[in-house]
C-alpha cells in the first residue's frame, strides 16, 4: 500500500481558488495514472481529473476548464489547482491511484460558500 497525504483545502467564496497537494510515499508513483476523487455528503465518491505517467490530463465535464492537474514524478506529488469555484465543488478531496486498488486518505476538506 502507498500512504497518500492530502492538504489545502479550506473555506473559500464562490469564484475563488484552491491549490490541493498530494504526497505519496513510494516511488511507484510515477508509474500509475493518478487522480483527483472527491466525495460530497451524501453522494458517491467521484473521479473528478486524473493525470497518466506522461502528464496527459482528463476532466470530469463538472470541472472542465476550471480546474488544471499536474504531478511531480520525481518528488511522488500530484497536485490540483482550482479556479472559479462553486458551492457544488464543496466535498472532500482525495488523491488516488486509477485503476490500482489502495486504501484512501484522510482527503481535504474544501467548503465553498459565501
Known amino acids: 500500500q502507498v500512504q497518500l497525504v492530502e492538504s489545502g483545502g479550506g473555506l473559500v467564496q464562490p469564484g475563488g481558488s484552491l491549490r490541493l497537494s498530494c504526497a505519496a510515499s513510494g516511488s511507484i508513483f510515477k508509474i500509475y495514472t493518478m487522480g483527483w476523487y472527491r466525495q460530497a455528503p451524501g453522494k458517491q465518491r467521484e473521479l473528478v481529473a486524473s493525470?497518466?505517467?506522461?502528464?496527459?490530463?482528463n476532466y470530469a465535464d463538472s470541472v472542465k476548464g476550471r480546474f488544471t492537474i499536474s504531478r511531480d514524478n520525481a518528488n511522488n506529488a500530484l497536485y490540483l489547482q482550482m479556479n472559479s469555484l462553486k458551492p457544488e465543488d464543496t466535498a472532500v478531496y482525495y488523491c488516488n491511484f486509477v485503476g490500482r486498488p489502495n486504501n484512501w486518505g484522510q482527503g481535504t476538506q474544501v467548503t465553498v460558500s459565501s
Open positions: 493525470s497518466t505517467i506522461l502528464g496527459i490530463p
